[in-house]
Nanobody
Framework: QVQLVESGGGLVHPGGSLRLSCASS????????MGWFRQAPGKQRDMVAT???????AYANTVEGRFTISRDGPANTVYLQMNDLKSEDTAVYYC?????????WGQGTQVTVSS
């Protein structure tokens, strides 16, 4: 079973930066795509950023230009660099890995943006 372990969350002031990491127990190139999703209290889980096996990335409009998704193949890790964080970015961030109809999820990491 695939295991995804997120890290890097925490408390940051508005305008600050964080880098999230998602370490996979499997070769990340076995997945059609991987991505970061977030869920704020009382809201649905939304896509933040994705990267497919070919390296094509996609971003939610709300984070375009501030967040960057990247990957390290040998380390089997996907990253999310988050800059210029805003209070509305506060949420639990989940890493997802998708192949065919199978979804794999990490346990989530809390990001809180507050002054």
């Amino acid at each position: 079973q695939v295991q995804l372990v997120e890290s890097g969350g925490g408390l940051v002031h508005p305008g600050g930066s964080l880098r999230l990491s998602c370490a996979s127990s499997e070769n990340i190139f076995m997945f059609n795509s991987m991505g970061w999703f977030r869920q704020a209290p009382g809201k649905q889980r939304d896509m933040v950023a994705t990267i497919n096996v070919g390296g094509v990335t996609a971003y939610a409009n709300t984070v375009e230009g501030r967040f960057t998704i990247s990957r390290d193949g040998p380390a089997n890790t996907v990253y999310l660099q988050m800059n210029d964080l805003k209070s509305e970015d506060t949420a639990v961030y989940y890493c997802g890995a998708f192949v065919l109809r199978t979804e794999n999820w990490g346990q989530g990491t809390q990001v809180t943006v507050s002054s």
